[in-house]
């Protein structure tokens, strides 16, 4: 079970823990901090038996301490838990009255409570488990063992993603097919609202009326054996390296590389002529690479774009057109305000399309269309390949869609699709530049602060590059459009300031460069990303540059996003930080 546990690292975690039943009652293993703590306590106090559940917490409620980690337990049920009970004060004021005793601060010890409750009253475990599934308020899965219950384990899901695993003579649950790929490749989904009890033989699926139902049983693609680092020292650093692969099996998922056009998603549930409006909703990177987007389809489709980040469209009930359509990115494609946004969209007649990473996620089964990024599974917490597959993709919608609206001419689809090409060999050449890069991030390690300035395409790519920094470094950075700097930023420009600016030699180039020159006269300390052009055009003595090859507008960002990764990336590393599973992150965010 620990080797399950850690197939699941990538999503970000602060303590471990296993329960199991010893004559038939249940026992806990349970630590702090990272999964080689919990390994240390198992080998001084090994666990028996033959069922059992584990768990991976990220703290949403109370503190990362033993205490608070999962399993949860009373003497008659443990119960692990993603997600958050939004009710479970009042549920726990209810329970406190009844004369149930809390352990911990967790919103999860409310679930153990309310199902020994039903137990008490006579329920069987499944029929308790109902009952207390009723009461609850959030989005979330659980899994439950049951004191002298040695076949059964219920596992239960609303808004947070579980699967079970089919075996021989054994079955399984898990958060995805990852951690169950050691054991089996059969795999059932469960749908929003779905419940399960499984024995060893078997698994009865109950829908949200506590009907019985089927799940469709399907083969996993998920490796059998753990990602490794390979060469690298960090899957972030490894992530980034295979970046001109993945970018490129996602270009060739959607280009005719022979007559150079793009091939849309067949049968579209609208046209794209009839649009007259996108909406484009994300969080986090894939926000960033939702605004980039929006460059492209305004550009090259004349089509107007609202890009939102999820957590605010979802509450902003903003006035759609029916028939409309709405992007949703998320790398996951369980990302929790990104899924409600989805959901927001379709109530209010909404054609959606759906940019992710997993195919069989909620995302991309509950959304009409769905166009998927090749970046294999992603380790690191914080976005690399995602991202850039992000951007592909949303590049040759963007060029299909003006193609189809007939904002583009054939000769200017080739041309694009040409450049797009391109871009793995462009981002492969970026890479080489990695010891250049990271003899530049020893300044910044040195730094508390950092601004990241860039124009048109290159302005969301500093917000993106300001995230990572902060991200895996916990320097203080923040991203601007560079003509806004002198409304407010540049107060913050001295001697002790990095400022990196993202700029190819484009058509506002110039623009950037008076920027730099604002900068330069109050003693910021530049990092200028750029190409031959733009070095020899912007040169001045306290300039640091990192010269890309040149290469088409439409590209840049997808190119230059290699550089500000190896940026961060690098600085993180001088610093000593935990570059992979940075502290208070999660990979896949399924709470609110």
Not at 356 to 362: E, G
Not at 376 to 400: D, H, M, N, R, Y
Request: proline residues 4%; glycine residues 8%; negative net charge.
């Amino acid at each position: 079970m620990v080797d399950a546990l850690r197939r699941l690292e990538y999503r970000g975690y602060d303590s471990a823990g296993i329960a199991t039943l010893e004559d038939g009652a249940i026992t806990r293993r349970r630590a702090e901090g990272k999964l080689r703590n919990l390994e240390s306590k198992l080998d001084r106090e090994p666990l028996e038996g033959l069922i059992g559940i584990g768990h991976t917490r990220w703290a949403t409620h109370g503190k990362p301490t033993e205490g608070n980690a999962h399993p949860h337990a009373t003497s008659r049920v443990a119960v692990v838990h993603n997600g958050i009970i939004e009710n479970f004060r009042e549920l726990r004021e209810e329970l406190i009255a009844e004369g149930a005793r809390f352990q911990s601060e967790t919103d999860t010890e409310v679930v153990a409570h309310l199902v020994t409750r039903e137990l008490d009253r006579g329920k069987t475990p499944i029929k308790a488990v109902h009952a207390s599934l009723r009461r609850l308020r959030g989005a979330f899965s659980l899994g439950f063992l049951f004191s002298g219950e040695d076949n059964l384990l219920i596992g239960a899901r609303l808004g947070s993603p579980l699967a079970v695993g089919y075996g021989e003579g054994e079955m399984f649950l898990g958060s995805d097919a990852i951690a169950l790929a050691p054991f089996t490749n059969t795999i059932a989904y469960l749908d929003d609202g779905d419940s399960v009890a499984l024995t060893r033989s078997s698994a009865t699926i109950y829908d949200a009326a506590f009907k019985r139902v089927h799940r469709t049983i399907q083969k996993s693609q998920a490796s059998a054996t753990i990602v490794d680092k390979g060469n690298h020292r960090h899957f972030m650093a490894k992530e980034i390296h295979e970046q001109p692969e993945v970018v490129s099996h996602t270009l060739t998922s959607f280009i005719d590389v022979v007559g150079e056009t793009i091939r849309l998603p067949e049968d579209l549930p609208f046209d794209w002529k009839d649009l007259n409006r996108l909406t484009i909703s994300a969080c986090g990177t894939a926000s960033y690479a939702s605004m980039i987007a929006k460059y492209w389809f305004e550009r090259y489709a004349r089509l107007p774009v609202e890009v939102d980040i999820a957590s605010e469209f979802r509450y902003r009930e903003a006035p759609l057109d029916k028939g409309g359509l709405s992007i949703f990115v998320s790398q996951s494609g369980e990302t929790a305000d990104t899924l409600a946004a989805l959901r927001y969209c379709k109530e209010q007649g909404q054609h959606t399309l759906a940019v992710v990473n997993v195919p069989t996620s909620t995302i991309a089964r509950e959304a009409e269309v769905m166009v998927r990024t090749l970046a294999g599974p992603e380790i690191g917490v914080a976005s690399t390949k995602a991202f850039t597959c992000q951007l592909a993709a949303l590049a040759g919608l963007a060029i299909g869609a003006g193609k189809a609206r007939g904002t583009l001419s054939a000769a200017e689809e080739r041309e694009l699709v040409h450049a797009l090409i391109e871009a793995p060999r462009l981002m492969a050449e970026a890479l080489r530049l990695e010891h250049e890069i990271e003899t530049f991030s020893r300044d910044l390690a040195k730094a508390s602060d950092v601004l990241y300035l860039g124009r048109g395409t290159s302005y969301p790519l500093s917000l993106e590059g300001a995230l990572k920094l902060k991200e895996i470094s916990y320097i203080h950075a923040e991203g601007y459009a560079a003509g806004e700097l002198k409304h407010g930023p540049i107060a913050l420009i001295d001697e002790t300031m990095p400022v990196v600016v993202i700029a190819p030699f484009d058509a506002i180039f110039e623009k950037t460069v008076s920027n730099m020159q604002e900068v330069a006269a109050r003693g910021g300390r530049i990092i200028l990303i750029t190409d031959a052009k733009g070095a020899e055009a912007a040169a001045m003595a306290t300039l640091k540059t990192i010269v890309l090859p040149e290469m088409p507008a439409v590209v840049t960002p997808i190119v230059y996003s290699v550089p500000i990764q190896l940026l961060a990336y690098h600085t993180a590393v001088i610093i000593g930080t935990d570059v992979d599973q940075p502290r208070n992150l999660a990979k896949s965010v399924t709470v609110e």
